[in-house]
């Protein structure tokens, strides 16, 4: 199976901030690597596909890129509802695997 | 608006069987792959397996081959997930979601299953 590590774990960070999460794969994955946000007693929400393609209805301030092993999310301008953890997913393999998740906190 | 809403809460003894139903709408039922992935309290997301919705076909993960059953009713245009033997360590929530082209999208509401003596 292939591994997906997240760094890092945990984030604190404030609204404004610019904050970069990194997704790191086992193997090479070209571009089948997704970006999802999971609010708090909620369901996860695709944010970023293939990459670095925005979901429809996802703010402009979160990109996606990376190919290959490595792979960032960014929030260019963090806003209160961007707290959340992120999870990346690989589907260049089967089976789909996870990341473990960042958590990111209010500082 | 595509949808997809899931069955309640269950509360279930260990050594029993559960089963999730996963009702869509706002598709064509049978374009698609359903996936189920679960998280237990405070921890990240394990993907359990997919169904074809069109054929029926599944894939599971290794650490469900055997407990997990996927299957479908295409005139309800439902998807479930069976679960036999379970444990403590069952206790989580469970999440069906629609696969497009790789992407999970969108996810059902979740059902929190807790396996309890």
């Known amino acids: 199976d292939i591994q997906m590590t997240q760094s890092p774990s945990s984030l604190s960070a404030s609204v404004g901030d610019r904050v970069t999460i990194t997704c790191r794969a086992s193997?090479?994955?070209?571009?089948?690597l997704n970006w999802y946000q999971q609010r708090p007693g909620k369901a996860p929400e695709l944010l970023i596909y293939?990459?670095?393609s925005l979901h429809t209805g996802v703010p402009s301030r979160f990109s996606g890129s990376g190919s290959g092993t490595d792979f960032t999310l960014t929030i260019s301008s963090l806003q209160p509802e961007d707290f959340a953890t992120y999870y990346c997913q690989q589907n260049y393999n089967p089976p789909i695997t996870f990341g473990q998740g960042t958590r990111l906190d209010i500082k | 608006q595509e949808q997809l809403v899931q069955s309640g809460a269950e509360v279930q003894r260990p050594g029993a069987s559960v089963k999730v139903s996963c009702k869509t709408s706002g598709f064509t039922f049978t374009g698609y792959f359903i996936h189920w992935v679960r998280q237990a309290p405070g921890q990240g997301l394990e993907w359990m397996g997919w169904i074809n919705l069109n054929s029926g076909h599944t894939t599971y993960a290794q650490t469900f081959k055997g407990r997990v059953t996927l299957t479908r009713d295409t005139s309800m245009n439902t998807a479930f997930m069976e679960l036999s033997n379970l444990q403590s360590d069952d206790t989580a929530m469970y999440y069906c979601?629609?696969?497009?082209?790789?992407?999970?999208?969108?996810w059902g509401q979740g059902t929190l299953v807790t396996v309890s003596s």
């Open positions: 293939a990459a670095s």
């Open positions: 193997q090479t994955i070209d571009t089948y």
């Open positions: 979601a629609r696969e497009s082209r790789g992407r999970l999208d969108p």
